[in-house]
């Protein structure tokens, strides 16, 4: 019987996932190539290992392509399967403001069951979410940017609906 996987997840000027005690992703901002929002898919049967991942420099966008610059964080969401478990954490800026594009996000996040979401205001907030898409928030922490300290940090036990087919050979 495997035991249930922990999951550390953190937000500030890089983003870090780590599943049962190993880092499984961490990337600063800017040039370290998480500045934004990054959108990470853990393995539902295991839940210590990534099956994918989407990153968007939002912060950038910001200024050079700001109307719709969350619809494809928004399509890439809608599209993943129900049950599938998502780490949301912002690096760095989140890019997210008082702007149409941030109030749709937020309201697409709301949607899906985060609390805290709403509450960035500040493109330097802190933001964690751990998510079973299609069900219950797992954990979530939003932290105001006061200084370049300001951390955003949730750990959490994963709860597992294991396909017992998913890794036999057909």
Known sequence: VQSAPQVS?????????QLDGRITYSRSGG???????NVLVIDSNTGVRL??????????????NPVGRFDALQSYIRALPSGS???????????????????????????RGATQFGMLT???DRYALLLKIGGPIIAEQYVAFI???ST???????????????FRRS
């Open 9 to 17: 997840l953190s937000s500030a000027s890089s983003a870090e996932l």
């Open 31 to 37: 040039s370290g190539g998480a500045r934004g929002i």
């Open 51 to 64: 099956v994918d991942s989407y990153h968007i420099d939002s912060w950038f966008r910001m200024g050079s």
């Open 85 to 111: 478990i998502i780490a949301f954490v912002v690096a760095d800026a989140s890019g997210v403001n008082g702007d149409a594009d941030s109030d749709a996000l937020r309201t697409f996040m709301v949607n």
């Open 122 to 124: 500040s493109q330097n």
């Open 147 to 149: 200084d370049s300290n």
């Open 152 to 166: 955003a940090s949730i750990v959490a036990t994963l709860t597992l609906n294991p396909d017992v087919n998913a």
